[in-house]
Nanobody
Framework: QLVESGGGLVQAGGSLRLSCVASGRTFSSYSMSWFRQAPGEERTFVATSSWSGSRTEYEDSVKGRFTISRDNTKNTVFLQMNSLKPEDTAIYYC??????????????????WGQGTQVTVSS
């Protein structure tokens, strides 16, 4: 089970830190990612972290603004979001996939999903 928290309403230029806590199994061998879904749009990839945290990838529009990190001792993955823009408004989902699966940007690659947390950025 994955449970996200940390969403909310923030003004443009502000920051939020999302957390995703995994329970029920050890996710240290899983790659962890964040996706987001804006109203009326498909769910899209935001960021991913390898099981060790040594390798990360980002969607182009968030590079330099968002940072994904994880603490395997606490079964938690984070998404630090800075310089937020109104177009970042979406429901943000945490997801886990087997580390052997290289297709990090595809939602079909993921075995486990959280329920999502709403992020709203006002202009």
């Amino acid at each position: 089970q994955l449970v996200e928290s940390g969403g909310g309403l923030v003004q443009a230029g502000g920051s939020l830190r999302l957390s995703c806590v995994a329970s029920g199994r050890t996710f240290s061998s899983y790659s962890m990612s964040w996706f987001r879904q804006a109203p009326g749009e498909e769910r899209t990839f935001v960021a991913t972290s390898s099981w060790s945290g040594s390798r990360t990838e980002y969607e182009d529009s968030v590079k330099g603004r968002f940072t994904i990190s994880r603490d395997n001792t606490k079964n938690t993955v984070f998404l630090q979001m800075n310089s937020l823009k109104p177009e970042d408004t979406a429901i943000y989902y945490c997801a886990a996939r087997y580390a052997s699966n290289p297709h990090y940007a595809f939602s079909a690659s993921y075995e486990f999903w959280g329920q999502g947390t709403q992020v709203t950025v006002s202009s």
